[in-house]
């Protein structure tokens, strides 16, 4: 994925944004008492990236991330539920940025 280009960056900004509010480790991304602002953005890469290419991301693309970066997996961590909403609120946001 190319960063410079403008619907590049500003997916990952929006991926990142999801992410973040999710913090499913609890680190507080951009606290002051927490992890950098940019904590999940290999993640937000990832994700951002399928999105550009196919339209949309399902739990399985969200899952695939997550298990190359962590080697754990996001849907044991955060539930089957929100899961569902995360993947639901992605490619809500994905389909203004395509």
Avoid: H
Avoid at 31 to 55: C, H, K, Q, S, W
Avoid at 57 to 73: A, I, L, P, Q
Avoid at 78 to 97: C, H, K, P
């Amino acid at each position: 994925m190319k960063a410079e280009a403008p619907a590049n960056r500003q997916a990952v900004a929006k991926v990142l944004a999801i992410l973040t509010a999710l913090d499913p480790y609890g680190l507080e991304p951009g606290t002051l008492d927490g992890a950098p602002a940019n904590e999940y953005d290999i993640e937000a890469v990832g994700i951002a990236r399928i999105l550009l290419r196919e339209g949309a991301v399902t739990v399985y693309d969200v899952e695939g991330v997550w298990m190359r970066c962590f080697s754990e997996s996001l849907v044991l961590r955060i539930g089957v539920t929100r899961m569902a909403q995360l993947v639901d609120r992605l490619n809500e946001m994905g389909s203004s940025v395509r």
